[in-house]
Structure formats: C-alpha cells, structure tokens
C-alpha cells in the first residue's frame, strides 16, 4: 500500500507547540475585535449637551440656537408685545428656523387657530412617535397675557421642555431644549430663559427630555478574558492572511515537531 495514500485521507495533526499558538492567536485576534466594535458603537452613539442661558428679549426677534453646532440656527423663540389702542398682549412663542425642521405639537385649548408648542415634562421620549407638525407660520404658541391678566398657554411659570426633529445631513434627529418661563408683574410680563438643549446623534433614535448622556456615552472597551503574550507581529501577519497564512504553518509544521522531539 502507496504510505501517501493513507496520509492524504487522514487530517494532518500539528505539533502541539504550533496548535497551541493558534488557540492563542484566535483569542487575541477575538479579543481585538470585541474591542474594536465596541470603541467604535461608543464613539458612534452619543448624546450632545449645552448648557445655556439664553435670555428671550421682548420684541428683540427671534433668538435662536444651534443644537448640533455647525454654524447654522435650527430653532428659536421669540417674545412679541403689541398694543393696540388701550389694549397690550405678549405672547410668547417657539419656531423651527428651517422648514425641514418641526417641534412637538399640542392643540391649544384658547384657539383652534393656534399650534401649541408640547410643554413636555422631565423624562418624555422624543422620537419617531413624537407628536411633530409642520410648523405654523407664526410659530409654535407657548404661553401669553393681555392687560386683561388673561393668560394663554401651558407654559405659565414652568421649566419644561421642547420636543425637536431636525435634519442633519439630510437625516432626521431629534432633541430638546428646557426653557424655564415665569410671569412678571411689571415689563416685560413674560420671561424666558433657555437654560439648555440637547440631540442624539445617531439618526433616527430618541431622545429622553432632560438627558445629558446615554449609556453608550459612558461605554468602555470589553477588556479581554485571557492572560496570554500579545503575539508576535510576523505571526499575525500570517493570521491576516487567512488560508494561505494557515498553508505556510502547516509546511512549517515537521520542522516544529522535529524541534518539540529533540
């Protein structure tokens, strides 16, 4: 019988030396690789935060912010007061800066005439489900009061928050600003402060009001499992290489079991 026969049908057995470098390889490359994705899916996912004190100046226009920082304004309030003959209003009120952008909506009890900006407690989910509308050209309504001490709105001396979809890219994201309002019993009647706002970046995901980090922003590297040497660089290269790598070990491998007998 031809001895090559029998060997080509039986699995070639590497030298345990050889075998055991594998094992070591596998973990280590294993091990990298857990790593890299999860320093990757760190970096990836995170929430952005200002903190703020951004005063709203009655009759100064709209004062605006930059959620994601780029340079351009994506949304911004504005406090108007008006008289007309013996009668004054103030109304104050929220507004997308582009028209891709929108802020979460209520129905306002005083007028179906008006969109009420959402006065959104601590800890409401700001996503996909989130009730956005298109914005109304005047803005979205917040509170007001005439001479009459007739106030309008659900923003009477609270600190709430909006609700905001904006694009960044071309893809949609969503964030919040708390805006702390009260009433003044001498000019300007309402007061606004935007005390700070905040996005997810990663597009399409939610975003909880008041949150100033997620989990994934306080995510480390999965540390590895194993005590074994960092392997030799020569030797990983041959692991990159896939099977021809694995080719040159097993001609390498009589001469490493000549070497594991002597």
Known sequence: MNPYSRRSKTPAKLADSTQQRL???ALAAGAAGIGVLALSQSAAAKIVYTPANLKIVQNGGLITFDLNHDGVADFGLSDKFSSVSS????FLRA????QANEIWGAACSFSSRELCAGALPKGTQIGPKGRFQKDYPAGEFMYGLNIDSYRYGAWRNVTRYLGLKFLIKGKIHFGWARVKVSRNDLPPYVRAVVTGYA?????????IAGATKGPDDDAQPVPATHTSPTPEPATLSMLALG???LSIWRREDPVAATSDRN
């Open 23 to 25: 094992n070591m390889y």
């Open 243 to 245: 099977a021809p790598g």
């Open 95 to 98: 507004k997308p800066t582009k």
């Open 87 to 90: 009668k004054w209003f103030d």
């Open 199 to 207: 996005y997810e970046t990663i597009p399409g995901k939610a975003i």
